[in-house]
């Protein structure tokens, strides 16, 4: 073995144990290595047992393949429940707690074949309070969030994959300030039971990878899919969309260059691509998502709301939960209703373009600890319950990772992916 | 106090607290008198503990208001997690277990001063399994599914209300067989955190009570806004479209009968009743949610049916289960393309009409305890995510209760209530 197994992909790892060049055993025990060597630098961890891992991928040592991610080990975010490890959901009102049952997510991995490998580091009830993750590229600067462990993780090359979560900017960001692949699906293509809720208007499970392939293998075994290789779209076939919507005026000049020396570059290489401007209401979305996401996750977390006060952070209690409570039905139906109209707006759209193009944060990761950074690039996407990617296309200013952040149609999962992995051979976009 | 308080509806019992004639304890044990009485017969509870619920009450009596609900017991579907007391979701696979938190819908009604008074019976994960419960009008009957135990135990007056959830009819058809209102809310409107989760496209928290103003009243505490008496509509100015679709057919004639007798005497009363012919493609959306809420479910329950199969019932397993792991994603994401149709479909048609009006079942509660009945009157209106509500408008052949059901445009939920209540007036229905 010439490589270390803990830098593989899932489609490296996966060929190499289909081949008998590698156990499950040694892919995990790589990684475990890899985590002793990174975690006090990283952080990424919530919990990981060494010993867990290890037993779960010994059983699959002797068994032939289990399924598409047979001996893959991955990381789960915090807010996921897991049964055989604790899940805290940053904060500590569940300090210790044990869920009675793994999040469907984290069994139809199990299910797929995959190891279950720790816990990640959340943000508190994945909003704005940071864990104590920091950049694997940058250890003074924030990874992002709020699924800040997974990105880390995957970045730092402790786990080929790891689930987050995504209400507003939560996989796409640290995505891009860790320099990694990060897939938010179609909403509600990935089942949610077993992720705490935080706006159910909008949560979508999400995750992070070292290439477009293996998002789509994850994918496939998420929703229970046969697997099926990627083919990558022909570029020359695609119509993209540049998007500098009123997110735009928040990206950084230097940002806004690269990408858009990266549309030019595409258009060179032979696909098509046209600016598009936003539909009436557009600029809307983001204040319609703080209006519906505010009033779902004050009413969600009633519980810790009125038992556990004391314990919900400053910012939280007095932000998003006091901005929750005070938004009324109506202000929140009509919303709702605004959205409805902006997403079948975009619909329309869509028939023109295969994908849109657009950045997926205003720059490099911020520095700092104390925040993780603005999702504005994200919002109206995910409002508008799209799929999008964040490619790790450039190095900023700084040296550091900068994403580039694709869109497709709803439920054009599969295309999105594909074109995905045109664009990163165009731009020779390597993790 | 001349009338046994357990009989009160929540304005009846709120105003005798209010006017210090009654206390929420003498509401509680009157409440548990009753449960001694009749659950040997009913069998409503999963889980009722007087210890628990008194020392609630106690609580409460000595505080001036807390909300609207204050010192009102209320019965909770058991696949609602509450904190003190077990959620067992009707399967031995979670025998006794406790979850860590209460669910939102919990906590909101404690927010607003309930009782909360024990775990109603649930069939097997809210499907077809049935649990112990009885109808409390037949003991021989089915009380209607999934929400058994909630329905029996308001119009057995064990509780003036209970929480339900249904994905398809699990809180319509138990209310007409059991003789009592059920509501099912806007898709959307009430927080689903901490519900086991069936279908994540259709779930939704219901309710069972004894008057329209109760729902009302609960509604307001669950999405949190100020308490509002309900005003019924003028009924002269409603436009009510009588809905005979493809389920009429699977309605029985008596029922049909007494249906359209009601049709007619809202129209004499002064209504405006017209006929209302559904949608093309309205009698397929029942094959749609189907392959949905199959495929949903099947996803959602990874973990019990890979680490727990021999534990769930040879119907679910064979039944839904299998189908769901079937039905592929195109399939799926097509029946949710078709139903996004659908839906806009009956937006329009909703601007001609305030609401609609039809069964609420098929008959009269099936006899026997092996089947929970027939959804087919129930199954497209949740899958639109409309409000509905039943009355316990009518009595069938054998004398036992059958409901009237109404259906309003999407979130237009205050409307349907308040028209509901005009319709109760005019039927002089009376629980």
Redesign the interface.
Known sequence: MSRDPAQMTIVEASRAIESGKLTPSALTDACLDRVEEREPETRAWAYCSGDQSRMAARLLDSQSSTGALHGIPFGVKDIIDT?EMPTEHGTPI?TG?RP?????C???L??AGGVCFGKTVTTELAHFHPGKTRNPHAATRTPGGSSSGSAAAVADCMVPFALGTQTTGSVLRPASYCGVYGYKPSY?DV????V??CA??FDTVGWFTRCVEDIEIVRRAL???PSKPLQPAELSQLTIGFVRDVAWSKVEPATQKLIESAAKQLGLAGASVEDIQPNAGFEDIAQHHRDIAGY?F??????????RQRLLSPKLLNGRCEDG?RC??ERY?NA??ELAVQRMAIAKTMQKFDLLLTASAPGEAWEGLEATGDPVCNTAWTALHLPTVSIPAFKGESGLPIGLQLVAGF?QDGQLLAAAESIRLALDCQV
Chains 1, 2 share one sequence.
């Not at 089942?191 to 077993?194: A, I």
């Not at 004050?298 to 038992?307: F, K, L, M, S, Y």
Request: a positive charge; hydrophobic letters at 40%.
């Open positions: 049964v569940f707690h009675v049952r793994d999040a469907a984290v069994a139809l199990k299910e509600g089942s949610r039971s077993g705490f809720e159910a208007s929703i229970r899919a779902e004050a009413r969600a977390i009633t519980w810790e709301r009125t038992n409570l009324s039905y139906s709702q209703s439920r």
